[in-house]
T-cell receptor, first 118, second 111 residues
């Protein structure tokens, strides 16, 4: 299997639930990202992991908790979410973070998880 | 305030027509990328431009990076229904580790 795979594709959860999103890449990339895509807003970067280490947390609320056990897997643990957290959550990978600055970067995105909080 | 502004926000054209979408900023970027996102899928990278004034062609798509590296355009010739999607530009600054995305242009090509 190649590319970036995200599961589940769709998720409906109550505000008191705990769930996890999973992302897996088989591209040999060393950087992985979580983005949030809401209607009428640009893609919002949430977290960056480079060689399994978290390098950026863009002021994301603590109800979102990332985990990166190795360079191929990334999780986003969710708990006590709010309805305004409903969005498409996209995982992406690249050869390494900072590649954008060195002009060698390019993200490969997964298909996303469509999350609805009720 | 968005770092990257894209225009138009929505565009609906007939098959066979030409179109141009724009990506503008007051910031200077070290590189800029264009992505296309189809409904229910993640964005797919189309091109990366890195040199001011650079022009890249991908079949019927022509991408241009502004001389000052603050803006970019995407021109599609003879649009096809398969071109329908959300077109996103993303720019990298000289510092930091991320691309900043624009709000996108939603293109619909009508048969």
């Amino acid at each position: 299997e190649t590319g970036v795979t995200q599961t589940p594709r769709h998720l409906v959860m109550g505000m008191t639930n705990k769930k996890s999103l999973k992302c897996e890449q088989h591209l040999g990339h060393n950087a992985m990202y979580w983005y949030k895509q809401s209607a009428k807003k640009p893609l919002e970067l949430m977290f960056v992991y480079n060689f399994k280490e978290q390098t950026e947390n863009n002021s994301v609320p603590s109800r979102f908790s990332p985990e990166c056990p190795n360079s191929s897997h990334l999780f986003l643990h969710l708990h006590t979410l709010q309805p305004e957290d409903s969005a498409l959550y996209l995982c992406a990978s690249s050869r390494e973070a900072g590649a954008s600055r060195r002009r060698t970067g390019g993200y490969t995105f997964g298909s996303g998880t469509r999350l609805t909080v009720v | 305030t968005q770092l990257l502004e894209q225009s138009p926000q929505f565009l609906s054209i007939q098959e066979g027509e030409n179109l141009t979408v724009y990506c503008n900023s007051s910031s200077v970027f070290s590189s800029l990328q264009w992505y296309r996102q189809e409904p229910g899928e993640g964005p797919v990278l189309l091109v990366t431009v890195v040199t001011g004034g650079e022009v890249k062609k991908l079949k019927r798509l022509t991408f241009q990076f502004g001389d000052a590296r603050k803006d970019s355009s995407l021109h599609i010739t003879a649009a096809q229904t398969g071109d329908t999607g959300l077109y996103l530009c993303a720019g990298a600054l000289n510092t930091g580790n991320q691309f900043y995305f624009g709000t996108g242009t939603s293109l619909t090509v009508i048969p």
